[in-house]
């Protein structure tokens, strides 16, 4: 269950919004083909950074930290609580 | 620690003590400092493939490392469901291996797993439902799958408490059904598996988790735990929801998304549900356990994640739907909801296999049903490990797939999408 703080609308339920993926500096990515190199995932277990679409609000693509241990989000990788 | 083959013999000679002197089904063990295979995960695909490393390979000097308790992981936040209805001839291969297995289960382990083929009813609420309901009933029949469709007076008949009027948001409009399929205690099927392998000598250490690899030369040499390090000559990863972190551990990346994934109970009641009911339409898989509690599997979670809980959102659809369709159950009282993480592959089948480092192998990817596969995913991995080749039941499964593109798109995965 995610309060997703989109930095135009506020705090949002996750219905609102479409996942997009986690965000990778460009040399992470492995680029040993072209079908592993997209499939591949980091599928990072901890702070990550996320694209966020808000289909059901301001229809702007969004970039979040969130804590994919916790669901929580913040600037410090979640360590503020969502509420 | 002895071990005592279960029989009516064995019952009435403990009997007569008061069945007080019954052993232990298996043993804590203490790491040693080497094995000839370590299988990192003591779920049911873990102790599956110890057990058939050491019955049918004959290898001794093999432990299962477990980094919480013995069943404390997927192997119990199931929902038990069996079956084998898939689309493609390699995955229906596969399950109906497992299927196999299952059935002998109880007599292979002496123990008894409480498997109970009470059939799976997929539901068709569409027209496009309805076509892909008949092609995997042909699919499965081509490729040896019992498998059968149901028009909606048979479907009546065979769940008399599923509402099939038209006046729910997508009225049913036929389904199929595979008779053989059904459900397992999973507990059991956890000790079950634990007992055999005390029987064959194989170490199963809980509270020992993994946090490294030691790999030279690109061939694995041992894991580092938090018991301290372990040499092992082949090591099998088999830890879904955390297959990621330990392949990065080991320096390669995996094809996977991890998923929160949750289900919940109710309050006991009386038979009414003889079989299992499932749609991929509604997100749902219910049935009704021994105990009379009615199981509800739920849909994954929308994004990926290794959170503590499921969406909200989720478990209310869900409620939802179960009012809608099955009307029954509205004042039921849901007694317990649990959650539990999966790793969806890339196509929606598994990956059983090799990895890039020698001697490392990987069982993944089985996003939301890999309990059914219990049996099958521990024969072929051992098979695997035992031979450093696959089985021809696990070869079109390997990680390789998604580098030379022969991927397994298999759309009967699941009960849900993921």
Known sequence: MLLIPCVHCGERDEVEFRYGGEVEPAGNVPSEGATSGSLLKANTAGVVEERWFHLHGCQEWITLRRNTLTDLFGPSGGRDPQS | ?418
Not at chain 2, 125 to 140: C, G, I, P, S, Y
Not at chain 2, 270 to 289: A, E, N
Not at chain 2, 294 to 316: C, K, N, Q, W
Request: hydrophobic share 40%; with cysteine; charged share 20%.
């Open chain 2, 1 to 418: 620690m002895s071990y005592v083959h279960y029989s009516a013999l064995s019952l009435i000679r403990h009997g007569l003590s008061g069945q007080r002197y019954w052993p232990r089904l298996w043993r804590d063990a203490q790491p040693k400092a080497s094995y000839d295979v370590l299988i990192v995960g003591g779920g049911g695909h873990g102790l599956a493939t110890a057990y058939y490393l050491a019955a049918e390979h004959g290898l001794r000097n093999i432990a299962v490392i477990e980094k919480g308790w013995l069943g404390g992981g997927n192997v119990a936040r199931n929902t038990a469901i069996v079956r084998s209805n898939y689309l493609l001839p390699e995955s229906s291969s596969l399950y109906d291996r497992a299927l196999r297995l299952w059935e002998s289960m109880a007599h292979d382990l002496n123990y008894n797993v409480m498997f109970s083929q009470r059939g799976v009813v997929t539901l068709a609420h569409t027209e496009h439902d309805l076509l892909k309901v008949r092609q995997r009933v042909e699919a499965n029949r081509a490729n040896g799958v019992e498998s059968e469709f149901l028009d909606l007076p048979a479907l009546k008949r065979f769940v008399p408490i599923l509402n099939t009027d038209r006046n729910v948001r997508f009225p049913i409009l036929g389904a199929s059904l595979q008779r053989t399929a059904g459900i397992a205690r999973h507990d059991a099927v956890t000790w079950g598996y634990a007992r055999a392998l005390q029987r064959l000598g194989v170490d199963i250490i809980q509270n020992c988790e993994v946090n490294g690899f030691d790999v030279e030369r690109g061939r694995i040499k041992g894991v580092r735990t938090t018991r301290g390090a372990i040499l092992a000559q082949k090591v099998c990863l088999s830890v879904s929801g955390h297959s990621s972190i330990l392949a990065a551990m080991a320096g390669f990346r995996l094809p996977i998304t991890t998923r929160v994934l949750q289900a919940f109970v109710s309050e006991p009641v009386k038979p009414l549900l003889d079989t299992v009911v499932m749609s991929s339409t509604l997100h749902i898989y219910v049935s009704q356990s021994d105990k009379g509690e009615m199981v509800f599997g739920l849909a994954p979670d929308r994004y990926p994640g290794y959170g503590p809980t499921g969406s909200f959102h989720i478990l209310e659809q869900s409620m939802r739907n179960v009012c809608a369709y099955f009307p029954m159950l509205r004042r039921l009282r849901m007694m317990r909801q649990w959650s539990g993480i999966i790793d969806a592959s890339a196509d929606g089948s598994p990956i059983l296999g090799k990895t890039p480092v020698d001697g490392l192998y990987i069982n993944t990817g089985w996003g939301s049903g890999g309990f059914k596969a219990t049996p099958a995913a521990g024969w072929v991995m051992a098979h695997t490990i035992a031979r450093d080749e696959p089985h021809a039941l696990n070869a079109p499964f390997s990680l390789d797939r998604f580098r030379t593109g022969h991927l397994m798109d298999e759309l009967g995965a699941g009960a849900v999408a993921h």
